[in-house]
């Protein structure tokens, strides 16, 4: 039977992607301006987690290739894992929740909205309490903003109806102002140091990637995994359009308001790090579907998150490797593969609007 | 079941689209929604899943208000199936047919088999893998209203359900239908069809009740001059069948 084939090769579709994964992070971590052999990074991984360092103590392990491997590169690896998977399901959750495939936490504005936030708590903290947290949830509250406008307005502006041509339009339009706002706070900021880290998110990089930075973001992807992946019905079902969705008993506006504000924490707590990283949500989903052949959300969630992430894994080593010590901002990368991509599908599908 | 719609008036964009519009099912039998282009047929329909929300009126099922219900209790107890879907995602057939499943709640008969029994029951059972995207729009509606069914519903209620389907399965849908001791309520352009089908018909115009009854007490001579402008009856034949004519010479007695 079709579907009976169709379970057994996304089954194994995950696995495989699941281990490509695991390989990417050995192997990506290897790269960068200075080449470390993939034994060493191996051994040296497996010595620091299994051997309490027993090795390194040895002398078997260089000090500062160690420094390179488990202090720099993986954090920096894991965070483009996470964000690679965090940006890949909300695309996913978007293109159900507006019911059109070409949305994604760049192309609705989100993203330059959590960079707004993330930008003003930055150059211009509140300062009764600095640092990540206020940087995570100004991002949030920027993400959430451009996602409310885009959607009313676009809303608005379709007579009431969700229309892929004014959902874009607006997108382009919050986008415009969020990244007007960015630029204008770095315009009016004190420090060069400063300017220099908004200026990074605008291009978008994983440098800030540390230890420390890891833990609101793991659980923010994680979250968002879990929850879309168990949504993965209820996503279906609101692809069919409010009207069937409605039909089959699901409470059409609360659960399209709570998933996209859950999709604007996820990007938050990524941005707020990252900055802008494009069409990561756009083209991750879209394979995902062609390769498993369904649009069943139980099983694009899981997969774009695997997909996601062995992407940005990949595009952030191009990044570090391509020009020697000068790093190539990861967004440049993205933008390269996305934008071509979004043209296509904007071609393929008519504005990306409904095919009936 | 019975659905019961009380003094329902909807407004939309300032204008009254529907001004207190009584109607009733009957249990296990087909009630048909007959009127012109415009005249608040789908929107009455759509009222029971807040889809048009209604400014005034009240709707129950076996005498419960159906505010008393979630949505996902009331999908569970009735199935909807609107005049188009979108298809922008490619689903297979079997994909959006356990959608439905969201609504359910014996949980006892398995998934698959639910999903199983719908397509048989539709006479869709060869389509199963099949990319929504690839269908008619009449296989599509097919696909629509086994998904209904899954919800477990007892009471369907279809808008227009026969507008993709060529004559064959218009025929194998409706005698379906009626054959399957359903309680269904069905908006229908095609008189003829009403005529045959449907055990009660309620005749809407503008937005209100104009007649209600048998085919042949709603769709009269004068009823349908005065609706529709033109000429024709629904009556029953010889053979207790039931039928409309038009085109001036009858082919049954009045």
Redesign the interface.
């Known amino acids: 039977m079709k579907t009976g084939t169709h379970i057994l090769t996304n089954t194994l579709l995950f696995s495989v992607l699941a281990a490509a994964v695991a390989v990417s992070v050995i192997f990506t971590i290897s790269i960068g301006s200075t080449e470390i052999p993939i034994s060493d990074v191996y051994g040296i991984i497996k010595d620091h987690i299994f051997g309490g360092d027993a090795e390194l103590e040895a002398g078997i392990w260089a000090k500062p290739q160690f420094q390179i491997i488990w202090n720099i590169r993986m954090p920096r690896v894991l965070f483009g894992a996470l964000c690679g998977a965090g940006l890949a399901i909300c695309g996913a959750a978007m293109q159900a929740l507006v019911l059109n495939p070409i949305a994604d936490p760049y192309v609705l504005g989100v993203s330059s909205g959590a960079s707004a936030g993330a930008a003003w708590a930055l150059l211009m903290p509140l300062p009764f309490f600095e640092g990540q947290y206020q940087t995570t949830i100004a991002a949030f509250v920027g993400a959430l903003f451009s996602a409310f406008v885009v959607y009313f307005m676009a809303k608005r502006a379709g007579g009431g109806k969700l229309q892929p041509v004014t959902l874009l339009l607006s997108g382009t339009a919050v986008n415009a102002v969020m990244s007007a706002i960015t630029s204008y706070l770095i315009f009016r900021a004190k420090s060069p140091e400063s300017i220099a880290a908004v200026y990074n998110w605008q291009m978008g990089s994983l440098a800030a990637a540390q230890w420390k930075t890891l833990l609101l973001p793991t659980v923010g992807v994680t979250l968002g995994i879990v929850i879309f992946t168990a949504m993965g019905n209820r996503f279906n079902m609101i692809m069919m359009g409010d009207d069937d969705a409605a039909a089959m008993g699901l409470h059409v506006r609360p659960f399209r308001a709570v998933m996209f504000g859950f999709c604007s924490i996820v990007v938050a707590s990524l941005v707020s790090v990252t900055g802008i990283i494009g069409f990561v949500g756009l083209v991750i989903p879209h394979i995902v579907r062609l390769i498993a052949r369904t649009s069943n959300n139980r099983v694009i969630m899981p997969l774009s998150a695997l997909l996601g992430s062995i992407y940005l894994m990949w595009a952030d080593a191009l990044a570090r490797s391509a020009f020697g010590a000068a790093e190539l901002p990861l967004g440049i990368i993205t933008a390269f593969v996305g934008a071509p991509f979004f043209m296509f599908l904007m071609i393929k599908n008519g504005y990306g609007g409904s095919r009936k | 079941m019975t659905i019961t719609f009380e003094n329902i008036h909807v407004r939309l964009g300032g204008k009254e689209i529907l001004k207190g519009v009584n109607l009733s099912t009957i249990n296990g039998k087909i009630t048909g929604i007959i009127g012109p282009n415009g005249c608040g047929k789908s929107t009455l329909i759509?009222t029971i899943?807040?889809?048009c929300k209604r400014t005034q009126g009240e709707i129950y099922t076996d005498g419960t208000n159906i505010r008393e219900y979630?949505?996902?209790?009331?999908?569970?107890m009735i199935?909807?199936?609107?005049q188009?879907?979108?298809?922008?995602?490619?689903?297979?057939v079997?994909?959006?047919i356990?959608?439905?499943?969201?609504?359910r709640h014996d949980r006892k008969v398995s998934q698959k088999e639910a999903v199983q029994a719908a397509m048989r029951e539709l006479d869709i059972t060869e389509l199963?893998?099949r990319s929504i995207?690839s269908l008619s729009g009449g296989e599509r509606k097919m696909v629509?209203i086994a998904?209904?069914v899954v919800?477990g519903a007892e009471t369907l209620i279809l808008d227009e359900p026969t507008n993709h389907l060529d004559i064959k399965h218009q025929l194998f849908l409706l005698d379906h239908l009626k054959n399957s001791g359903r309680t269904v309520l069905i908006v229908l352009h095609d008189l003829r069809l009403a005529s045959h089908y449907c055990d009660h018909i309620y005749l809407m115009n503008n937005g209100e009740n104009h007649a209600d009854g048998e085919p042949s007490e709603a769709l009269s001579e004068e009823n349908v001059r005065n609706i529709f402008g033109i000429s024709g009856y629904a009556f029953t034949g010889a053979n207790g069948s039931r039928d409309f004519s038009m085109f001036g010479d009858s082919m049954g007695q009045n």
């Open positions: 759509k899943f807040g889809i979630s949505p996902r209790q009331l999908a569970s199935g909807y199936v609107g188009d879907s979108a298809a922008t995602f490619d689903f297979s079997e994909d959006i356990a959608m439905g499943l969201y609504a199963a893998g995207l629509y998904r209904a919800q």
